[in-house]
């Protein structure tokens, strides 16, 4: 991760996005001074999502945000890749000063977060809806005003025994756990990409319909 001085080279690479190019938000939530832990599971998909895409050493960390941002590449899709530097549940607050600093829709916006209802190695996309409990996607919706962004959950499974939830999710992976992490990233990964190349096609074919059906029609030659 570079220091924050180098935020100011940050910020001339995002004054040089292309008019009417399309940008997408993808956040991994969890502790920041927690990550390798379960619930922490959000921020290392970003990881191996950033490697994956040739950012893997681009990390900048962003005072306005107060988080680690990447910018990527997916196609003609400008990636900005987060990973808040708040807790879990204050994670909102900086992936709402991302939508405002670079002016995304909230449909644009995806969240990356462990899942306790899913098993390990399981990961689902939910199109919007409640935050079911999940204090970092809460204060998403908190501090957005909407329910409407894109979640990735990645599951977790739940404890066994007599384990309590909170100290299973701030646990780090078992050693058996550990070695499924890297096929459960990949998945995640091709996962996020292919809904969110999906959804970049399907934008923009709604935007060349209602062009053509606003375009004036011709007068029939005679």
């Known amino acids: 991760m570079l220091p924050a001085r180098s935020f100011g080279r940050f ?3 995002t004054a040089s996005h292309r008019g009417g190019e399309k ?6 939530l969890g502790n920041y001074s ?20 040739g950012v893997g050493n681009q990390w900048e960390t962003n005072p306005q945000c107060h988080a680690d941002l990447a910018l990527a590449r997916l196609g003609d899709v400008e990636l900005v890749l987060m990973r808040p530097r708040r807790f879990m549940n204050v994670n909102g607050l900086s992936v ?3 939508v405002e600093l670079y002016n995304l829709a909230i449909e644009n916006v995806y969240l990356v977060h462990d899942d306790l209802d899913k098993a390990l190695g399981k990961v689902a996309l939910k199109p919007g ?26 599951g977790i499974g ?20 550990q070695s499924l992490l ?16 999906q959804n970049h096609q399907s934008q923009a074919d709604s935007a060349s319909a ?13």
Do not use: W
């Open 34 to 53: 927690l990550r390798g832990t379960r619930h922490s599971v959000g921020m290392a998909v970003l990881g191996h999502l950033a490697h994956r895409l």
């Open 158 to 177: 739940r404890p066994v025994g007599e384990i309590s939830v909170d100290h299973y999710v701030l646990s780090q992976f078992s050693l058996a756990e």
């Open 182 to 197: 890297p096929l459960v990233y990949e998945k995640a990964a091709e996962t996020l990409l292919g809904h969110i190349q």
């Open 11 to 13: 910020l001339k690479r």
């Open 210 to 222: 209602k062009k053509a059906a606003k375009a004036p029609l011709k007068a029939e030659e005679t």
């Open 96 to 98: 709402a000063a991302a």
């Open 129 to 154: 809806g409640s935050a079911r409990g999940h204090n970092g996607v809460r204060s998403c919706i908190s501090s957005l005003h909407s329910d409407r962004m894109v979640r990735l959950r990645v």
């Open 23 to 28: 940008r997408v938000l993808v956040a991994g």
